[in-house]
């Protein structure tokens, strides 16, 4: 399985879609070897997937659709099945929900006042497949038939080599035809287009920067970034489990010596410590799996994505976890065995050269936990920050006032003055206007000259195509000029200011610009807007009102009053467009779904950074009790001789801070570079990533003082004979 992407020569566009007319050459010159399908989305989507989710998805798609994707049917004939402009096939729950039964084969269904005949029904669309419809209309019955050969590269492409033998050179082959027939037809506008063929197991994860997508895919780098943190809080847990366990067993030496006096087998005693090791492990695993149980559910809620394990996938997890848990023994044993056996008997009961052999490894350990900590920290304040700055910044336009009402079958041409006259009525409704284009949704792709210029000096320009109103609708700030108006029975052209420097000229205004073939003066300029995501630079944009067609009506509305002008204008629009079906959602839900990958990351960062603070300052708390026992001989010295609380604090403080220190300055590099790698996704940033790096270190280093703090305070106020009969 292959699909078709094509990338514009200065990425300004990146589309996995190509030509509608790719689908016959492909078929006429390499089948039976290819078999391919275009498809084509009534609503086709930005890379995030937004959609209403309680609206129908339908798709076109050619006859050969089940010869090339092998999603099966229940009900019908898959050779037949799309063979007709009349045909229609249903997943089971559109079927289910319309008939109430599955079985809907032969019985008609409506879609705007038209009868289709049910010729199959599919079982459920897989969810892990980046294609998913309600709906499936034969390319027959496609409403703009005559515009096919006219509409730019909106159709998806799939291809099926079948002879395996010669994936390789059929895929060049492939590549070579489809890219001289795009650029053939884009080589007049002054367009290079490079095209290339990408595996259909690569659509999921190597998609990110496509500019439009049938479904969200995922993110390569969130699965780094999660997988990353499921392994540093497991060395930490087990850096502790380690360190906490060989202290522990230092208060086991005199038996352990005894045992040796005695004669015990060293070998008895490494499966002893084995077997201890092992049954705390085994009891851990097996509390793990329960809590990845429990656990399944809320992160499901913050993934957006149902996290279900099977009975195969929980037995593979319990075998995976078996076996952490015997790695886990087997080191700690092996350190144990290390520590305790390699002495005589009478070193072992002198007990003091065994502490400064183990002490080596606590400090090794105990660098290596903070260090993690501190780089999850570091981590988590760079997502935060960044998902802050995405939430609040300003996109240049009202973003929050606008209710997008569009109609995702089919477009409109009536009059919507009277429209606008009606909705306006009510108090709630600021203004309104009819666009081809929203901000957040992707745009139509032009090429841009100066009138006068040579089509070689053309430039790639989003195109917005409007009605009156546009840009005091969104609230976007006008620069210079004046703004589109019909009723001057003229039409022209706004330019934003990048669109304006692009262009390079001293004065814009007055001058006739060319727009794929509209020729129209510029008659103002526009401050620049995010239209699009964060991730991306704020793009050339040029809004005209030559085109009489519209699919989104915006209307912006009072924020404190959304739900009663939301149900207003609905009702105002089923009266003018009785014809038309509309969905409708609030601007600022589509650009925050942008950012739900990045939320999603901070959420769980978030959750990880607070699962290693809590393990280091518990495996702290416990070693650092350890090391106050064990030095109570010599607090109690130093305080019969004068020696204060405070004194015997700072003395466990500085022991810990230069190990702490050494673990900021391992943690503060690593951090720096993914952070920066991170936010390299974006062209627009919060700023001074490494402050909040740095005081993600200090926040390490206070965590560190106040974990040690309990026990240096007990211990610094006992009674110092308490602590001279230690021991």
């Known amino acids: 399985m292959i699909e078709i992407v094509d990338a514009a020569d200065d990425q300004t566009l990146r589309v996995p879609s190509t030509l509608s007319w790719i689908y016959p050459r492909i078929n006429k010159e390499f089948y039976p070897e290819v078999i391919s399908s275009r498809l084509y989305s009534t609503e086709m989507t930005d890379r995030y997937g937004f959609r209403d989710i309680n609206h129908v998805r339908f798709f ?38 319309y008939f109430g039964t599955i079985q809907a084969l032969g019985k008609p269904f409506k879609i705007h006042n038209k009868y289709y005949k049910v010729s199959g029904v599919l079982e459920p669309i897989p969810p892990n497949s980046h294609i998913q419809f309600d709906v499936l209309l034969p390319f027959s019955a496609f409403p703009r038939q005559n515009m096919l050969n006219q509409m730019p590269m909106d159709f998806p492409t799939y291809l099926r080599i079948t002879d395996t033998k010669k994936i390789e050179s059929t895929k060049d082959s492939l590549e070579v035809m489809i890219g001289r027939i795009v650029n053939d037809n884009y080589s007049g506008h002054g367009i290079d287009v490079r095209t290339r063929l990408q595996p259909l197991k690569d659509i999921h994860l190597k998609s990110h920067g496509f500019d439009t997508a049938l479904h ?27 360190n906490l366990i060989t202290s522990k067993s230092e208060n086991r030496l005199r038996e352990v010596g005894m045992r040796l006096i005695v004669g015990a087998d060293k070998n008895r005693i490494w499966q002893q410590l084995i077997g201890e090791s092992l049954v705390i492990s085994v009891l851990a ?34 075998v995976f976890f078996l076996l952490i848990a015997l790695l886990t023994s087997l080191v700690t044993g092996i350190v144990h065995y290390i520590y305790l056996t390699r002495l005589t008997p009478v070193q072992v009961l002198s007990v003091i050269r065994v502490r400064h052999h183990v002490n080596w490894l606590k400090k090794v350990v105990v660098v290596v936990q903070f260090s993690m900590m501190i780089f999850l920290l570091a981590l988590f304040s760079v997502l935060f920050f960044q998902v802050r700055f995405m939430k609040t910044a300003e996109p240049g336009f009202g973003l929050g006032k606008v209710v997008i009402f569009y109609e995702p079958f089919r477009r409109m041409n009536a009059d919507f003055s009277l429209v606008k006259k009606d909705l306006i009525q009510n108090a709630n409704i600021r203004n309104a ?38 840009i005091s609708t969104y609230g976007i700030e006008l620069v210079e000029g004046e703004d589109l108006v019909l009723e001057k029975d003229s039409f022209g052209f706004l330019l934003n200011e990048t669109a304006a420097n692009l262009l390079g000229a001293d004065s814009i205004i007055g001058r006739n610009i060319i727009v794929d073939t509209y020729n129209f003066p510029v008659i103002g ?30 209307v912006q509305v009072d924020p404190d009053s959304i739900f009663p002008a939301t149900r207003y204008a609905d009702s105002i629009l089923k009266l003018h467009y009785p014809d038309h079906t509309f969905a409708h959602f609030r601007l600022a839900d589509r650009f925050e779904m942008m950012y ?47 020696g204060g609380s405070r004194d015997i604090m700072v003395m466990f403080i500085r022991d810990l801070i230069r190990w702490v220190v050494l673990s900021v300055a391992i943690a503060l590099p690593a951090a720096l570079w993914l952070s920066y790698n991170w936010l390299n996704r974006f062209s627009n940033t919060f700023g001074f990533a490494w ?37």
Do not use: W
């Not at 969200?216 to 380690?242: C, E, H, P, Q």
């Not at 620049?528 to 989104?552: A, C």
């Not at 003082?705 to 026990?711: A, D």
């Open 60 to 97: 076109f798609a050619d006859s050969t659709f089940f010869s090339v994707f092998t999603f099966p049917l229940l009900y019908g004939a898959p050779g037949t099945a799309l063979t007709e402009p009349d045909r229609v096939v249903l997943t089971s729950q559109i079927a289910e929900k």
């Open 216 to 242: 969200r895919t995922g993110d390569r780098d969130t699965i780094l970034i999660m997988a990353f943190l499921a392994v540093f809080i497991l060395l930490i847990t087990i850096s502790n489990f380690v």
């Open 285 to 318: 695993c097996f509390f793990a799996l329960a809590f990845t149980e429990l656990a399944s559910g809320p992160f499901s809620l913050i993934l957006g994505i149902k996290l279900q394990l099977s009975v195969i996938d929980l037995l593979k997890l319990l």
């Open 433 to 470: 206007c009819a666009s081809e284009g929203i901000p957040g949704v992707p745009t139509s792709v032009q090429n841009l000259i100066l009138e006068g210029e040579d089509l070689t000096d053309s430039r790639i320009i989003n195109e917005h195509r409007v009605k009156d109103d546009y």
């Open 525 to 554: 300029i526009i401050k620049d807007f995010q239209f699009e995501s964060l991730h991306d630079p704020v793009k050339p944009i040029v809004v005209s009102n030559y085109f009489p067609e519209y699919k989104y009506i915006s």
């Open 596 to 642: 739900e990958d990045e939320r999603n990351s901070a959420q769980l960062v978030s959750i990880g950074a607070i699962l290693a603070i809590i393990i280091s300052m518990l495996g702290l708390l416990g070693l650092s009790r350890q090391t106050v026992i064990k030095r109570s001989k010599e607090i109690g010295i130093r305080k019969a001789n004068g």
């Open 691 to 727: 402050v909040y790096l740095i005081m993600s270190c200090v926040a390490g280093i206070l965590i560190a003082v106040v974990t040690i703090l309990y026990h240096t305070l007990k211990v610094g106020r006992s009674n110092p004979v308490k602590s001279l009969r230690y021991e």
